[in-house]
């Protein structure tokens, strides 16, 4: 933040004050009944007041157990109130976001005896829009198979408090929801009939009116992004505006501001947005541009539509069948300068899939200026201005493609996706093709967007460290582009006893992960382990080839066995993650998204084993692009990105096991680089202070049970 005169003069909180809340004989003491003082929970609450007060950004690692909500939550609150200004509470997973204003913040009230306003405000598109509801009623051959869900939706509409998807007592297609839902380019704003009683309007309210704003870091990014595009940091954007920033579960914030910043397009995203624009069927022409041609003086443009919306849909197609040349047996294939005169076919379709769309923006855009200033208020003028933004920003992504040598800051990459099995009975075809534009580096994007432009910025989590030090996360998501002089860094040690409680083990015997007999010795090891630890389990992959063969090898082996076996893909993952939890013996066999989020306090989980360290694979293209730049700066890709990136994912994994403080478990790691390869310290560096065995699996086996059950 760069001095000014006219820059504010805060009034400073008290940190010690603030630290006696949750200290013994403070407030928690006196309201919870099972209140014990955890000192690291003091002392991280009263350094994120320092950070408040001195404007820092603040990289702080807080152990599982710590309690850093109330440790970040008192400091937020007690700043905004003492200085009328919001505090913006942005992370990862909804779960997080509800327990906060569920639970932690109420409970805030009654520690600092004050009331103050919070809200948990979600990106537009989760909330009802009543205009475009009630037009549905108008349009309905756009909700074919459709109008019994819209119904019930409608109903919901009538009493729900909140307009909020996740409030309805159903989840709604995702085709149905984004024809009702509330879009920028859609909403009337103050002209609006509904206007009184819109949900978006009334959360908005509630947001300007709040201390603390709780967000996902999705939204977030949305604000910034339409911040750093010209809203500025003065004005309200996506969010009112605010200076201090509490990023949590600050883990995930590279993936998810990649994800926000990359743009991709499909066969069905397209389509749909060309059938809700024009259809023609049985000599009948239908969608939002036939009723905007009634109104417009450019009415003849709108004739060409058939012609321009079939040569789309040919051009797609050519689209899919060059990519699907190109990729044979690949699954994603990235363009740069080894792979770009192979792309050169598909690169021809592309062009003519972008001139074929940039002539149906064309027109939709000239039969929309044709439309009167008072017909302008009709419903399929604001869902074209919707469904033509969409159109647009896939031109752009498709002339991107074009021009991707001037473009080295972005990655473009095409992948061939399975479809569902009901959809390829339906299209005939078994997978389709997604074309992408990812950023390669969202450091400077972040430096530019908070960590320069905010005052206070409050980065934690349990995995911030890989190794011994914070400096991968902060290069990667743009901290240390900000002055030395900013930045704070602590770690807050988890409270709980490891040292008794978790037993950390490798058996010495397993094949290197390179080794052809290494899947094999997998299989013939679990068995061992999950029978070891009488289910309990979970079994973490990096690999759903590899998964399904050792789950196939386990069931077969363990017939005798009481527990019960789950694998992911056999039901959704909260479902499975439910029956995991409530029954004790069985066993989860899991990739990806359980590496992190997954809490099983309890007997349940009893042991996780880790097949193999979770090194990215090298075909994901984004990955190889951003280990190609360090390495074309001189660095090395595998110590700078491989290594570092794999330990957080390591470190995620291993938090799964011990939950609360009564815990107790064993993790075992089948891959034995961990102790054999010289980057495997940095691995085990950072695990907490436990007891470990590295021992031939027949002995580790006897000791995980009396572990378990002694
Ligand atoms: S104000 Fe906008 S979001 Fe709200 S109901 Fe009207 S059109 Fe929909």
Redesign the pocket.
């Known amino acids: 933040m760069e001095d000014s005169e006219e820059k504010v003069e805060y009034k400073k909180v008290d940190e010690l004050e603030a630290g006696a809340y949750i200290s013994s004989g403070g407030s928690l003491s006196k309201i919870s009944e099972s209140f014990e003082e955890r000192p690291v929970q003091v002392d991280l609450l009263e350094k994120i007041v320092k950070a408040f007060n001195e404007n820092k950004i603040a990289v702080f690692e807080a152990g599982t157990g710590v309690g850093k909500s109330y440790s970040y939550l008192i400091p937020s609150v007690l700043w905004a109130l003492l200085n009328h200004q919001k505090v913006v509470i942005s992370t990862g997973t909804i779960n997080l976001q509800q327990q906060l204003c569920e639970k932690d913040l109420p409970a805030v009230e009654k520690i600092i005896g004050q009331n103050f306003k919070y809200v948990l405000l979600k990106g537009?598109q989760n909330?009802i829009?009543?205009?475009?509801l009630n037009d549905a009623a108008s349009i309905l051959d756009l909700f074919e198979g459709e109008t019994e869900e819209l119904k019930t939706i409608a109903q919901w509409a009538q009493t729900s408090d909140t307009g909020s998807k996740s409030d309805l007592p159903f989840m709604p297609s995702e085709s149905l929801w984004t024809k009702v839902n509330?879009e920028s380019d859609?909403?009337?704003?103050k002209k609006?009939?509904?206007?009184g009683?819109?949900?978006?309007?009334k959360i908005r309210k509630e947001a300007a009116l709040a201390n603390l704003i709780v967000v996902n870091h999705h939204l977030l990014f949305a604000d910034i992004e339409s911040r750093l595009s010209g809203a500025g940091f003065e004005d309200a954007a996506v969010l009112p505006p605010y200076r201090h920033i509490i990023f949590d579960e600050a883990h995930g914030i590279e993936n998810a501001a990649t994800s926000f910043f990359s743009e991709s397009v499909n066969r069905f995203k397209l389509n749909k947005l060309l059938n809700q624009m024009y259809r023609h069927r049985k000599n009948s022409e239908a969608g939002h541009l036939c009723s905007l041609a009634i109104l417009s003086s450019n009415e003849e443009r709108a004739g060409e539509a058939y012609e321009v919306t079939n040569k789309i849909k040919l051009a797609m197609t050519n689209v899919e069948i060059a990519a699907k040349d190109l990729l044979q047996n690949e699954y994603t294939m990235r363009l740069y300068d080894a792979t770009a005169r192979n792309f050169g076919p598909l690169l021809v379709a592309i062009g003519e899939l972008t001139r074929a769309l940039g002539t149906f923006t064309a027109i939709v855009r000239e039969v929309m200026e044709g439309v009167a200033d008072e017909d302008k208020e009709a419903p399929c003028y604001?869902e074209s201005r919707v469904i033509l933004r969409h159109l647009e920003a896939y031109v752009i992504l498709l002339k991107n493609f074009a021009v991707w040598d001037e473009k080295r800051d972005d990655v473009f990459w095409i992948q061939k996706k399975r479809l569902p099995p009901d959809m390829v009975r339906d299209s005939g075809e078994a997978e389709y093709i997604i074309l992408t534009q990812t950023p390669l580096d969202i450091s400077q994007l972040m430096n530019a967007g908070v960590f320069e432009p905010m005052e206070s910025v409050i980065c934690t989590s349990a995995t911030l460290k890989s190794g011994r030090d914070f400096s991968y996360w902060m290069r990667r998501t743009g901290v240390s582009l900000a002055g030395e002089e900013r930045i704070i860094k602590g770690e807050f040690p988890s409270p709980f006893p490891y040292n008794r409680n978790m037993l950390f083990a490798v058996p010495k015997d397993a094949p290197f992960p390179d080794n052809i007999e290494f899947q094999q010795w997998v299989e013939m090891a679990l068995p061992r382990l999950i029978q070891a630890a009488a289910g309990r389990t979970l079994v973490l992959f990096t690999s759903y080839e590899s998964l399904k063969s050792a789950y196939r090898t386990a069931v077969a082996s363990l017939r005798g066995f009481t527990g019960r076996l789950m694998k992911q893909g056999d039901d959704d993952n909260a479902k499975l993650l439910d029956a995991f939890k409530k029954e004790n013996e069985s066993v989860l066999f899991a990739t990806d998204s359980f590496w992190q989020g997954v809490d099983i306090p309890g007997e349940s989980l009893s042991q996780v084993i880790i097949v193999k360290l979770p090194f990215t694979v090298p075909n994901d293209p984004v990955f190889v692009a951003r280990a190609e730049a360090i390495e074309k700066r001189g660095g090395s890709s595998f110590m700078e990105l491989s290594v570092p990136e794999a330990v957080i994912k390591f470190r995620q994994g291993i938090g799964r096991l011990i939950r609360r403080s009564d815990d107790k478990g064993v993790v075992v790691v089948l891959d034995r680089r961990i102790y054999e390869k010289r980057y495997g310290s940095i691995f085990t560096s950072s695990l907490p202070e436990c007891k470990k065995a590295y021992e031939p699996l027949s002995e580790l086996t006897g000791r995980i049970n009396s572990f378990i059950f002694d």
């Open positions: 537009r909330y829009c009543m205009r475009r509330s859609a909403c009337m704003g609006c009939p509904f206007f009683e819109c949900f978006v309007m604001y």
